[in-house]
């Protein structure tokens, strides 16, 4: 009885047929010893809706006190409370792509947001205002706090830093990456981190005057676009990571890139990046359980997640989208949140909801090709073994999964059938299909989706084959 190959990392590949399974909503991780399989394929954890305003698409946050929020969304900052409760309706802010923000360490702190149609100061109880500061250039194209200063980068290779814990600027506080663009300033593990189109360059904090930093290190891989980098954010595992300028997603040890990207993934970037959607590709992190997530997004296209307690990779789809509706991920009020991309939602990250807002969340997964082809295989019974009895009155009382399955590699799937995967209480449900006929010469693959709301683990299926020759 041949084993079906459950992916472990999605991996779509060029062609279906070429592709090794997929992850679609859902993740692999490690079972505990004793279980029924060594691994397991769990559900993404959903989108719990914790409000929402009138204003549509997140493009950042910024944490202003343990139990207050700006919420900058499109031509608009609000403020809301740890209540989830809108405590502020601040006033416009120009633009409409994502921000980045800062905070220095003044009483009460300076708040500073960098968008795509120039520098602002933001403030916590009336709209945003032009940068104070006429020594600061015009058109940074990023913002970061470092050891209470604000640093801004340029596209022209300079970066700027204000005095310590105020907006004033000296003209002279400057440092230029001869020949770099630099597209973005992070702050991580006491570095400030200066990416560029060709190289990052690192600064420590040397006291000097009137620029305070000191180069440190180069790393020799640029970045992608302003905000393909995440892992500097507070409450995550403390990873840094982002889209290299070679379409390569990078891991940092020490000062040394590592690749961690698959071919899938690298692909995707390349292709998002040939079609203009540089300024649109967005990193993010979360942590769910002992899981962190890394993901990047290329907006209305595709969304990948890469996992660095298991090193694998998988792929989020909303409803009825391309891509994960999840925007600009925080850390706040001992919750990961996200805004949506499309409408005034905010979300809690949770794996206690198997929705996404109001949509479902559709829990996919395609195997990989059943080995022992091209000779032609009668399939006269597949068995699944999946978590049972996870139905809940509250919400859904007979779950079931929908199973398709093509006998041609994944070039082409029959109409699923759906197969119970029982009630509350009901453990002796176990999904089968029988009489799936006779594969042809690229071999038989299986796809399982779930949309019910409820709880799903899948720890792998076998078939139980009769081997005919096969003279298609």
């Known amino acids: 009885m041949p084993d079906i190959p459950f992916p472990i990392s999605s991996a779509p590949g060029l062609r279906p047929q070429e592709g090794g399974g997929r992850l679609i909503n859902a993740f692999m991780e490690k079972a505990p010893v004793g279980a029924a399989g060594d691994t397991l394929i769990r559900r993404s954890p959903g989108l719990e809706q914790k409000m929402s305003v009138i204003y549509p698409h997140t493009r950042g946050f910024l944490p202003i006190s343990i139990s207050e929020a700006l919420w900058i969304l499109d031509e608009r900052v609000v403020k809301f409370n740890q209540g989830f409760v ?11 792509e994502p921000v980045t923000v800062a905070r220095n360490n003044a009483v009460p702190s300076d708040l500073v947001a960098v968008t795509d149609t120039g520098c602002f100061v933001l403030h916590t109880s ?8 006429g020594d600061l250039p015009g058109s940074p194209t990023s913002v970061c706090d470092f050891q209470g200063f604000f640093v801004w980068s340029y596209g022209d290779g300079k970066i700027f830093a204000s005095d310590l814990n105020t907006t004033a600027v000296n003209a002279a506080s400057v440092n230029v990456e001869q020949g770099l663009f630099v597209r973005r ?38 970045i992608i676009g302003t905000h393909a980098v995440a892992g500097w954010e507070p409450g995550w595992a403390n990873q840094l990571i982002w889209v290299g300028d070679d ?65 694998a990779w998988n792929e989020r789809m909303s409803y009825a989208r391309a891509d994960w509706r999840g925007s600009k991920t925080v850390r ?23 929705v996404e807002g109001s949509d479902e969340l559709i829990w996919q997964v395609e195997s990989g090709v059943v080995q022992g082809f091209p000779r032609g295989m009668v399939i ?24 398709s399955w093509s006998l041609d590699g994944g070039y082409s799937y029959g109409e699923p059938v759906l197969r119970r995967l029982g009630g509350p209480g009901l453990t002796k449900s176990h999904p089968y299909i029988l009489n799936t006929g006779l594969s042809r010469g690229q071999g038989v693959r299986y796809k399982l989706r779930v949309s019910d709301p409820v709880h799903v683990g899948l720890f792998g299926g076998i078939i139980e084959p009769e081997q005919r020759a096969y003279s298609g």
């Not at 809108?86 to 409409?96: I, N, Q, W």
């Open 86 to 96: 809108l405590t502020g309706d601040l006033g416009p802010l120009s633009g409409t």
């Open 126 to 133: 009336g709209p945003p205002t032009a940068y104070p500061d």
């Open 185 to 222: 300033v992070v702050k991580y593990a006491d570095r400030l981190y200066a990416f560029g189109d060709k190289w990052t360059a690192v600064y420590n904090d040397a006291g000097t005057q009137p620029f305070p930093f000191a180069r440190e290190a180069v790393i020799p891989k640029g």
């Open 247 to 311: 379409f390569i997603v990078y891991q940092l040890n020490g000062y040394t890139p590592q690749p961690i990207s698959t071919d899938s993934v690298s692909r995707a970037i390349r292709s998002a990046i040939l079609h203009g959607s540089r300024n649109l590709i967005e990193a993010y992190v979360y942590m769910y359980e002992g899981n962190a997530f890394w993901g990047i997004t290329a907006r209305d296209q595709w969304t990948w997640e890469y996992n660095l307690t298991s090193g």
């Open 332 to 354: 706040m009020f001992d919750s990961w949140l996200a805004g949506d991309a499309t409408t005034g939602a905010l979300f809690n990250i949770s794996g206690n909801v198997f």
């Open 380 to 403: 006269p019974r597949s068995s699944f073994l999946m978590t049972a009895g996870v139905g809940d009155f509250d919400s859904e009382v007979d779950p079931k999964v929908e199973i």
